[in-house]
T-cell receptor
Framework: ELKVEQNPLFLSMQEGKNYTIYCDYS?????LYWYRQDPGKSLESLFV?????AVKQEGRLMASLDTKARLSTLHITAAVHDLSATYFC???????????FGQGTRLTINP | DADVTQTPRNRITKTGKRIMLECSQT?????MYWYRQDPGLGLRLIYY???????NKGEISDGYSVSRQAQAKFSLSLESAIPNQTALYFC????????????FGEGSWLTVV
């Protein structure tokens, strides 16, 4: 059974700082997704990582995938308040676009 | 208009009642999914369908049923709602040509009292 673990689950940080969210998963997969969710809202797709060594960047967010270590990271550079949200990673089980989600990381960025 | 539309967006129902959540999409995708989100947790897959004649159980299908009425429509039913089915429900769509992106609806808040 595929398990996806994120850490930390809660993160409070100051504007301007850098931090990384980690996503570990338990079985072989080469497809990993990162989503953002604002309170009570839908999920916004951030990144889709499709191969070992994949790295994608959008603004202050950068995601990477190491399929051998079964690890993905979401790095936040020079955080700003607007990035406050809950971030989920999800792994594609069996390559069928059936996602198994991590618990989410609730990120709060303080001025 | 949203590409993936869910109705109702909010519903309060009583224990034992039947409730249906509907999802329609305008993206022309063949794959549709129903997920459930509990407070403070990630999403869990209830059912999925890869085309009109294909229905598959997900991780937490007990207590739920689905119907794929057309390529664009996928509904989720709770035959006899119970309080621990109180959650936020999301419909999602994708296909092999969507660049691997999975699109989520706005969500349906269901409260069972």
């Amino acid at each position: 059974e595929l398990k996806v673990e994120q850490n930390p689950l809660f993160l409070s940080m100051q504007e301007g700082k850098n931090y990384t969210i980690y996503c570990d998963y338990s079985t072989t997969s080469d497809r990993l997704y990162w989503y953002r969710q604002d309170p009570g809202k839908s999920l916004e797709s951030l990144f889709v990582l499709l191969s070992n060594g994949a790295v994608k960047q959008e603004g202050r967010l950068m995601a990477s995938l190491d399929t051998k270590a079964r690890l993905s990271t979401l790095h936040i550079t020079a955080a700003v308040h607007d990035l406050s949200a809950t971030y989920f990673c999800a792994v594609d089980e069996e390559g069928a676009q059936k996602l198994v989600f991590g618990q989410g990381t609730r990120l709060t960025i303080n001025p | 208009d949203a590409d993936v539309t869910q109705t109702p967006r909010n519903r309060i129902t009583k224990t034992g009642k039947r409730i249906m959540l509907e999802c329609s999409q305008t993206k022309g995708h063949d794959r549709m999914y129903w997920y459930r989100q509990d407070p403070g947790l990630g999403l869990r897959l209830i059912y999925y369908s890869f085309d009109v004649k294909d229905i598959n159980k997900g991780e937490i299908s007990d207590g739920y049923s689905v119907s794929r009425q057309a390529q664009a429509k996928f509904s989720l039913s709770l035959e006899s709602a119970i309080p621990n089915q109180t959650a936020l429900y999301f419909c999602a769509t994708s296909d092999q040509f969507s660049g691997n992106t999975i699109y989520f609806g706005e969500g349906s808040w269901l409260t069972v009292v």
